[in-house]
Antibody, heavy 121, light 110 residues
Framework: QVQLVQSGAEVKKPGASVKVSCKTS????????MHWVRQAPGQGLEWMGW????????NYTQKFQDRVTMTRDTSINSAYMELTSLRFDDTALYYC??????????????WGQGTLVTVSS | QSALTQPASVSGSPGQSITISCIGT?????????VTWFQQHPGKAPKLMIY???KRPSGVSDRFSGSKSANTASLTISGLQTEDEAEYYC??????????FGGGTKLTVL
């Protein structure tokens, strides 16, 4: 079965960076786009962007364009999301979410358990 | 792109039916049959309930159904059960390789 297991909670100071990992199993990693979505405490879901694990090509929403980097390591079927210049309002649960369709970024369906990133001085 | 518009809350009694709307634009919901719906219980990750407007993944109850008219997608839950109480989010492909989510709707089963 499809499994996405994310790294543990992080506490960071303003201005620092955080890198969240997402280890996958149960499917061919390079066949499905990986998206990242965040959810601030008590708030809704916010789409951040995706990476094509096959090619490494990325696409980020404009809001995070300057601060986010999505990468992957095909040798260990893992995806990563790094967010820099952290601010207090970056405190959120960060999810990796696998695409529904092979080779397509049109929709997401399978969620990791989430990684809580807390930005605190 | 702006978030899709959902009602903040809806409620219903066990056995009743409710419908949650998801209002987009001609650039997202109106242009693509690529609307998905997710259910999220407190402290849990979202769960896929509907994809491609009206398709149900295996294992999802047929009490959940989806539809779309113009720029508005809808999720209908029939025969409400207490375990349906959760937050529901719509999501649509928005063109230009982007996705957009709705703000979420809290369903209360009275």
């Amino acid at each position: 079965q499809v499994q996405l297991v994310q790294s543990g909670a992080e506490v960071k100071k303003p201005g620092a960076s955080v890198k969240v990992s997402c280890k996958t199993s149960g499917y061919t990693f390079t066949n499905y786009y990986m998206h990242w979505v965040r959810q601030a405490p008590g708030q809704g879901l916010e789409w951040m962007g995706w990476i094509n694990p096959n090619s490494g090509v990325t696409n980020y929403t404009q809001k995070f364009q300057d601060r986010v980097t999505m990468t992957r390591d095909t040798s260990i079927n893992s995806a990563y999301m790094e967010l820099t210049s952290l601010r207090f309002d970056d405190t959120a649960l960060y999810y990796c979410v696998r695409g529904i369709y092979s080779g397509s970024y049109y929709a997401v369906g399978y969620w990791g358990q989430g990684t809580l990133v807390t930005v605190s001085s | 792109q702006s978030a899709l518009t959902q009602p903040a809350s809806v409620s219903g009694s066990p056995g009743q039916s409710i419908t949650i709307s998801c209002i987009g634009t001609s650039s997202d919901v109106g242009s693509y049959n690529l609307v998905t719906w997710f259910q999220q219980h407190p402290g849990k990750a979202p769960k896929l309930m509907i994809y491609e407007v009206s398709k149900r993944p295996s294992g999802v109850s047929d009490r959940f159904s989806g539809s779309k008219s113009a720029n508005t997608a809808s999720l209908t839950i029939s025969g409400l059960q207490t375990e349906d109480e959760a937050e529901y989010y719509c999501c649509s492909y928005a063109g230009s390789r982007n996705l957009v989510f709705g703000g979420g709707t809290k369903l209360t089963v009275l």
